[in-house]
């Protein structure tokens, strides 16, 4: 049996699978590109295409996935919202069949960065964390007593919909005012937009991402950084609904640190300047005052990471029993 861990990390913009050591260290990596309205084979044989170029030794400890959801948990049947072609596909049990006599276990790939940056990143150490993803989305997981809290279908952490503002905009869940329709990268630009902002140059042509034909929030937070009037009302608009939903979270919770990752988090002090703000104004009890938030340690490997963890570290990351 090898002490090597296979993570896969599945998104919709890239496929990721890599080959991990039990301390966490990515030993080989392979990437490629999501076909974009690929059916269910042909998102299947990219994945399996990606494993066969990654020559996967005979023997594993074990597979671990982060998929985006939703998901049935822990049966691994996904559809991701980004990813048409799978709906109901049963993920987890093509990679056992593929890979027979050994775990195969799949999370929500917001709940595997959490579990990166838990294990091996910034939230080394704490008991009690919320790990965020900012990006096209906005997700999460939790951490508490040192463990993986899953909830009873396996979105525990989930704050992206947290309600920050119940008059506020309309989400992709059917609600208004979840902190995902406002602070994640395309509606916030979007929301720019709306106020008549117009990009400049402040960020280049490779910095740019763009969805259904909206200019990104790199961009935003470049003209922000520039002194736009608009980007900069917009960073601050996301960071204060960021600040409402990790308050409500510290008070729940009694959570200790937060860690923020994701493309949005990159903006430094334009983000975290308003968010702490927020966070102070509604963290007056004495045990919420302590909470710390601070960006994501991980780079472009955190997935795997993640994704790995549900295997090597399934004491704490993985409910007994499934």
């Not at 913009?13 to 309205?37: H, I, N, S, W, Y």
């Not at 929301?191 to 991402?209: I, K, N, R, V």
Request: net charge negative.
């Amino acid at each position: 049996m090898s002490d090597l861990t296979l993570a896969v990390d599945i998104g919709g913009t890239k496929f990721a699978a890599g080959l991990v050591e039990p301390d966490g260290r990515v030993v080989a990596a392979e990437r490629a590109a999501t076909p974009q309205g690929g059916d269910a084979e042909t998102l299947w044989r990219t994945l399996t295409s990606l494993l066969d170029r990654l020559d996967v030794p005979a023997a594993l400890a074990g597979v671990g996935v982060g998929c985006g959801g939703p998901m049935t948990w822990p049966e691994g049947e996904v559809s991701p919202l980004n990813m048409g072609g799978w709906r109901g596909f049963p993920l987890r049990g093509r990679l056992a069949a593929r890979f027979p006599g050994v775990p195969v276990r799949i999370h929500n790939d917001a709940v595997c960065l959490a579990v990166a940056e838990h294990w091996c990143g910034a939230g080394r150490g704490s008991a009690a964390m919320l790990g965020m993803v900012v990006s096209t989305g906005v997700g999460g997981g939790l951490i508490l007593g040192g463990r993986l809290i899953d909830g009873g279908t396996g979105n525990a952490g989930h704050i992206g919909h947290v309600v920050v503002d119940p008059e506020g905009p309309p989400c992709g869940c059917g609600g208004n005012g979840c902190l995902e329709a406002i602070a994640r990268g395309p509606g916030l630009a979007a929301w720019a937009l709306a106020q008549g902002w117009s990009p400049g140059d402040a960020a280049t042509e490779g910095d740019l991402y763009r969805e259904e034909g909206t200019a990104t929030a790199r961009r935003l937070a470049a003209d922000a950084a520039a002194g736009d009037t608009i980007a900069l009302a917009a960073m601050a608009r996301a960071g204060r609904a960021l600040g409402v939903a990790i308050a409500s979270a510290v008070n729940l919770c009694d959570l200790d640190l937060v860690t923020v990752g994701g493309g949005l988090s990159q903006a430094g002090d334009l983000l975290f300047g308003p968010l702490e703000e927020a966070l102070r104004e509604h963290t007056r009890m004495e045990f919420a005052g302590r909470v710390r938030v601070v960006p994501a340690a991980l780079g472009q490997d955190a997935g795997l990471v993640g994704a790995a963890a549900l295997v090597i570290e399934g004491d704490r990351y993985w409910s007994p029993g499934l």
